[in-house]
């Protein structure tokens, strides 16, 4: 029990959890410190960096679809103490991942006059400008796909460390960058947008350096294999599928609230970086529980992976409670940290108290999806998670009859939909690893 504890107990889920955590707060700090420098330049400038931010956002989904899948196969490879398995993955998903990142470019070039289009924020120079930035900050999409499947594959294979210290170095380098190119040199938030492409590029190149250094998982040996590449989209096929419909959502959703003005859209962008408070320590939790109950899985220690849910858990009530009480408690003075109007700092207060309540189930949610990436049963919180998300686009038209045109409505469907989230995917896990647990026993006693 002491070897299970120690090897899957709260104390290991700390230990890889903190890097991933630490490498989300500095890309949240970098999301606040790039929301302020250009906050100062207006709301609309906000509207047109955020409204882009979707289209982003949706590739960063879509990278799921090879980077999910092979940071799963690897831990479990790496439970099984086959690490020329493990180099097979990596060498498929790289490629993969390529090809992806590549087509999702070309798409942006042709159509970002219609995606920003969509939105409908009503503001010509806002949607023009939000069509620019979008072409410039797409052409980084190569490097972060490759940065962000190389984070699944350290993280899978035990190691958290390497990806903060490389993560840190790009977010401090576009820290650097974004007061040079905005205010200084005066690119705007075109200037925004080049300073994020250095920054990845140079992750990149290091990223590359620590792999090809990293002999056990260097696939200079490792051939392609359509079978390996299989398997990683078969498990990465609903993660993408889920993070994709979370965004197409977010996009509907963004149509509904720009029907309050781009004011409305400003206050949901900086809203949503507070809210990353919580959701990025979860992700870390997330990402560190899915490599824990990986391995655990690749070597058959059942125990050991309902420990590392056990453990998960408890942290994301501490989270989850902390969270809560800030944004219930606090909402203004967070708010106004990012945007001095009255009217935004009124909107974006009503944002995060209602936000604040689901907090806690939000935590849950990201948790236990943890616990099922792990297992190999991504399907569950895929098809959990589109199913309620979906829904707050019905819930908000609704909830905005119900109370009489207020905004306040569609933070409260969004708000809804997550606690419903959590609650559900979390008895699930329960429910369903009991039952396995069960089956697992009565096969061994029946070979007895």
Same mark, same amino acid.
């Given at each position: 029990m002491t070897n299970i504890h120690s090897e899957y107990g709260l104390r290991k889920l700390l230990q890889l959890a903190l890097p991933v955590i630490a490498s989300s707060f500095l890309s949240m700090a970098y999301s606040f410190i790039n929301v302020l420098f250009v906050g100062k330049l207006g709301s609309g400038a906000v509207a047109a960096v955020g409204t882009a931010g979707f289209y982003m956002n949706l590739s960063w989904s879509i990278s799921a679809l090879i980077t999910v899948g092979t940071g799963i196969k690897v831990s479990h490879a790496v439970g099984k103490r086959?690490?020329?398995?493990?180099?097979?993955?990596?060498?498929?998903?790289?490629?993969? !991942?390529?090809?992806?990142?590549?087509?999702y470019l070309a798409f942006l070039m042709i159509f970002n006059k219609e995606l920003i289009g969509f939105v409908k924020l009503n503001d010509?120079?806002?949607?023009?400008?939000?069509? @620019?930035? /979008?072409? *410039?900050?797409?052409?980084?999409?190569? =490097?972060? #796909? !490759?940065?962000?499947f190389f984070t699944s594959v350290f993280i899978g294979y035990g190691d958290s460390r390497s990806p903060f210290r490389i993560n840190a170095t790009a977010f401090a380098l576009n820290i650097l960058l974004d007061p040079i190119l905005i205010f200084l040199i005066g690119l705007g938030i075109k200037g925004a947008a080049i300073a994020t492409i250095l920054s990845q590029v140079t992750a990149t190149v290091l990223f590359f350096y620590k792999v090809k250094a990293t002999k056990t998982i260097y696939p200079e040996r490792g051939a392609f294999s359509k079978k390996l590449l299989k398997d990683i989209v078969g498990l990465g096929v609903s993660p993408a599928v889920q993070r994709v419909s979370f965004t197409i959502v977010a996009i509907f959703m963004a149509r509904i609230i720009s029907n309050w003005g781009p004011a409305a859209i400003a206050v949901q962008k900086v809203g949503v970086q507070i809210e990353a408070i919580s959701y990025m320590t979860a992700g870390g939790f997330l990402s560190a529980l899915s490599a824990m109950s990986g391995k655990a899985y690749g070597a058959k220690n059942y125990q050991g992976q309902w420990v590392a849910f056990k453990s998960g858990i408890t942290v994301a009530f501490v989270i989850g409670v902390?969270?809560?009480? +800030?944004?219930? +408690?606090?909402?203004? $003075? /967070? =708010?106004?940290?990012? !945007? @001095?109007?009255?009217?935004?700092? $009124?909107?974006?207060? $009503?944002? /995060?108290?209602?936000?604040? #309540?689901?907090? +806690? =189930?939000?935590? +849950?949610?990201?948790?236990?999806?943890? $616990?099922? =990436?792990? *297992?190999?049963?991504? @399907?569950?919180?895929?098809?959990?998670?589109i199913s309620l998300t979906v829904l707050r686009i019905p819930m908000a038209l609704l909830f905005i009859q119900? *109370?009489? @045109?207020? /905004?306040?409505?569609?933070? *409260?469907? !969004?708000?809804?939909?997550?606690?419903?989230?959590?609650?559900i995917l979390t008895v699930l896990y329960i429910i369903l690893f009991k039952l396995f647990l069960r089956d697992r026993n009565t096969m061994k006693q029946a070979l007895r």
């Open positions: 086959d690490l020329t398995l493990a180099k097979g993955y990596i060498r498929s998903g790289m490629l993969a !991942i390529g090809v992806i990142a590549l087509a010509v120079a806002i949607e023009t400008a939000s069509a @620019n930035y /979008l072409v *410039w900050a797409g052409l980084c999409i190569p =490097f972060t #796909f !490759i940065n962000l902390v969270t809560s009480s +800030l944004f219930i +408690l606090f909402p203004e $003075a /967070l =708010f106004s940290i990012f !945007i @001095n109007e009255e009217e935004s700092i $009124a909107m974006g207060s $009503a944002y /995060l108290r209602v936000l604040g #309540f689901s907090q +806690l =189930f939000m935590c +849950l949610e990201m948790v236990t999806t943890g $616990a099922f =990436f792990g *297992w190999g049963k991504t @399907n569950i919180p895929a098809i959990t998670s119900f *109370w009489s @045109n207020s /905004l306040v409505s569609v933070w *409260w469907s !969004i708000s809804i939909s997550s606690m419903a989230k959590g609650i």
